[in-house]
């Protein structure tokens, strides 16, 4: 399983941006796909997840700006993020589980700075 992340990039605060990450090769039954996101000397966190039924999770600094989404036959996730705030500066991180096995993409880098 390969998973592809894009969208990241320089966004001034109060932004908005949109991560995608697509999933390939020998995927069966995806059960969660999400995102989370580590910053230098810190653990990585999550961001947000949702479920194959569709159930969302959001760490409560991004409730109410973030938005997770799904689409199951493309097997890819999405990330929309809105008014950003220096916080949220970071390498994010797609992941989605099949079966009883996480993946993980390579990261992508959003810096909010003005």
């Known amino acids: 399983v390969q998973l592809q992340a894009s969208g990241g990039g320089l966004v001034q605060p109060g932004g908005s941006l949109r991560l995608s990450c697509a999933a390939s090769g020998s995927i069966g039954s995806v059960s969660a796909m999400g995102w989370y996101r580590q910053v230098p000397g810190k653990q990585r966190d999550l961001v947000a997840a949702?479920?194959?039924?569709?159930?969302?999770n959001y760490a409560d600094s991004v409730k109410g700006r973030f938005t997770i989404s799904r689409d199951n036959a493309k097997n890819t996730v999405y990330l929309q993020m809105n008014s950003l705030k220096p916080e949220d500066t970071a390498v994010y991180y797609c992941?989605?589980?099949?079966?009883?096995?996480?993946?993980w993409g390579k990261g992508t880098q959003v810096t909010v700075s003005s």
């Open positions: 949702i479920s194959s039924g569709g159930s969302t």
């Open positions: 992941w989605l589980v099949v079966g009883a096995v996480d993946y």
